[in-house]
């Protein structure tokens, strides 16, 4: 909430008529840089509520195939979101997705790939590509 009160503060000191075009550019990029902060945010802190499982027609990336109290290894966390391994180590240095160290061996809570796709990658359209086990 309070968020949301900042970003319009932001908006209406860009509309101001004397405000020269430098501040301007500042308070914009300032803006664009909170909205990022708060996707981040909410990708770290989802709001508690009930897992929604419900076709992608819905809008909503069905997950009743991802187990929660599994581990997944890195592979199998870039095959269901289909990206290259530095970009799975990318979210996890911005923490966007919690991962657990076992040795060497990256391995990622079947719960947190649950609320990583319902946080941010359904917001995105990400194309999820469900895995069967081996």
Not at 96 to 110: A, D, N, Q, T
Request: charged share 30%.
């Amino acid at each position: 909430m309070q968020n949301e009160k900042l970003t319009r503060k932001l908006a209406d000191v860009a509309e101001v008529g004397n405000n020269d075009s430098d501040t301007k550019a500042l308070l914009l990029e300032i803006s664009e840089k909170l909205g990022i902060l708060i996707d981040l945010q909410r990708a770290r802190n989802p709001p508690v509520r009930e897992s929604m499982i419900q076709s992608e027609d819905d809008g909503v990336i069905d997950t009743s195939w991802i187990i929660p109290h599994k581990l997944y290894d890195n592979s199998q966390f870039c095959r269901i979101f289909n990206v290259a391994k530095i970009t799975a180590q990318k979210w996890r240095s911005s923490k966007l997705i919690g991962y657990i160290l076992i040795g060497k061996s990256v391995r990622y809570p079947g719960s947190d790939i649950i609320r990583f796709i319902e946080v941010y990658a359904s917001r995105r359209n990400y194309k999820i590509f469900p895995i069967v086990d081996e």
